[in-house]
């Protein structure tokens, strides 16, 4: 009688088989997390401006206006009123997480990722800031541009 020493073909094959399926398993995990992970700062990054434009608000009595539509980085700055770096310290480097400086703004047409864009009504009562998901939060559905305002988050 022969002394089996080792492993056969098949059962290594299978061990294999196993790992490349967990390893799979692990990247589709990892890469929804990342676009969930994305999705929740871009939209605290969009809370935390909108609560600097209400402290804007309750000291200039008005919202910032621009005189064309801005990315939020550019607000203080580019034909936007001064200022809002007191209520928003680092507003100039608010950018989507998968984008940078270079990233086009959101448009209400856009479909895929853009640097949040913002727009105050000549009158400074209201303004608009629209904002691209990549995945559902929540209430919001992912793959579309949402609008935040002084009303909230739609």
Known sequence: MRNKKGFTLIELLV????????????????NSARTSSRDAKRIA??????TGLELYFNAETDYPTCTTAATVASLDGA???DGI???VSGISNVYDPSGDATTAACLVDATGTCNYSYQGVA??????ILFWLEGDSGSLT?????????????
């Open 15 to 30: 061990v294999i088989a196993i790992i490349g399926l967990l390893a799979t398993i692990a990247v589709v995990a990892l």
């Open 45 to 50: 990054d969009v809370r935390q401006v909108q």
């Open 79 to 81: 034909g936007c009123a």
């Open 85 to 87: 770096t007191t209520y």
């Open 123 to 128: 009158e400074g009562d209201s303004y608009t």
């Open 142 to 154: 992912g793959g579309e541009i949402h609008t935040a305002s002084d009303a909230g988050i739609l």
